[in-house]
């Protein structure tokens, strides 16, 4: 198993261009979300997907949009890439089964907007 | 609202000492607290979490973690630390809703000395 990858692993944009992070997993896990890390703030949660066809807010959701058009795959979006979005994106996901089950990450996508 | 602190930024340990990174927590409810370890350039891996049951919980790497509901605290803690232990570590609680969703520290930064 993969568990949870991430592409791109590093991309630089300029101010206003777009892009989308895509991550894949292949544990049949019906949650999966998307982070930002910060150097000391620690991750914040961007949005999140309980389910297929299903998103939700998390703490910091403005500037991105988000799809699960497959269970397997989330899909991050900035339309207008802006210089605060500067940052390391991390992919989870986790199984509903465990109601406290762990998230399992990917590796990270490095992001700079210059 | 649910929170999490880690009151230390960073914590040094010679090599072979006990080592102990705090956290502390504040819910509604009962408490689901996990450890995260971070390793330079990946993503974060689970150490271990606790639901119910003993106060102490053991999890990977020789790792442990006390939970103390009187101080509101679980500490993590290894009895003879090693240089691979240098690492960013991040406690979490998961939050009221039904989701996973997990709310992370701001993180420790453990730097084990030979």
């Known amino acids: 198993n993969a568990g949870v990858t991430q592409t791109p692993k590093f991309r630089v944009l300029k101010t206003g261009q777009s892009m989308t992070l895509l991550c894949a997993q292949d544990m049949n896990h019906e949650y999966m979300y998307w982070y930002r890390q910060d150097p000391g703030m620690g991750l914040r949660l961007i949005h999140y997907?309980?389910?297929?066809?299903?998103?939700a807010k998390g703490e910091v959701p403005d500037g991105y949009n988000v799809s699960r058009l497959k269970k397997q795959n989330f899909l991050l979006g900035l339309e207008s890439a802006a210089p605060s979005q500067t940052s390391v994106y991390f992919c989870?996901?986790?199984?509903?089964?465990?109601?406290?089950?762990?998230?399992?990450f990917g590796p990270g996508t490095r992001l700079t907007v210059t | 609202a649910q929170s999490v602190a880690q009151p230390e930024d960073q914590v040094n340990v010679a090599e072979g000492n006990p080592l102990t990174v705090k956290c502390t927590y504040s819910v509604s409810g009962n408490p689901y607290l996990f450890w995260y370890v971070q390793y330079p350039n990946r993503g974060l891996q689970f150490l271990l979490k606790y639901i119910t049951g003993d106060n102490l919980v053991k999890g990977s790497y020789g790792f442990e973690a006390e939970f103390n509901k009187s101080q509101t605290s679980f500490h993590l803690k290894k009895p003879s630390a090693l240089v691979s232990d240098s690492a960013l570590y991040f406690c979490a609680v998961r939050d009221g809703g039904s989701q996973g969703n997990l709310i992370f520290g701001k993180g420790t930064k453990l730097s084990v000395k030979p």
């Open positions: 989870a996901s986790s199984s509903r089964e465990l109601l406290a089950g762990e998230q399992y």
């Open positions: 997907s309980v389910g297929e066809g299903t998103t």
